[in-house]
């Protein structure tokens, strides 16, 4: 089974206000619950995320989603492979795909050294 990972925060959660006190306070992206769940037809799916994993886990719940959570050390998975339900984590596990709206695709380090360098203030 492949797996795809997707970032909660800017993919699935709007993430309108920034990260606030991190609650989770806004709905989802439009077309994000059917997009999921559209590939988990053809994929094992995680969401990655630096917040509370089993509060993303329980809004995604509440919105239809069946989801688990990966709680060390009791649950620790090295790889996600289930269709059926969406893991919740905090960790990158191995995936064909990540998608992250804060994202660069790496191609070589002088490309990625020009991007990250526009990042730079001015020093004028």
Same mark, same amino acid.
């Given at each position: 089974m492949? =797996? /795809?990972?997707l970032d909660f925060d800017g993919v699935i959660h709007a993430y309108s206000r920034g990260w606030q006190d991190g609650s989770i306070y806004d709905e989802p992206l439009p077309g994000a619950l059917d997009g999921i769940r559209t590939l988990q037809k053809y994929?094992?799916?995680?969401?990655? =995320?630096?917040? %509370?994993a089993l509060e993303v886990c329980r809004w995604l719940e509440e919105r239809g989603v069946p989801s688990t959570v990966d /709680?060390?050390? %009791?649950?620790? +998975?090295?790889?996600w492979e289930s269709p059926k339900i969406v893991l919740v984590t905090n960790r990158k596990l191995p995936a064909v795909l +990540?998608? %992250?709206?804060?994202?660069?695709?790496f191609q070589d380090w002088p490309q990625t050294m020009s991007y990250v360098l526009a990042f730079l203030p001015d020093e004028g």
């Open positions: 492949k =797996t /795809i990972a994929f094992a799916v995680y969401v990655h =995320t630096s917040r %509370d /709680i060390p050390p %009791d649950c620790v +998975y090295q790889f +990540y998608v %992250d709206d804060r994202g660069l695709r």
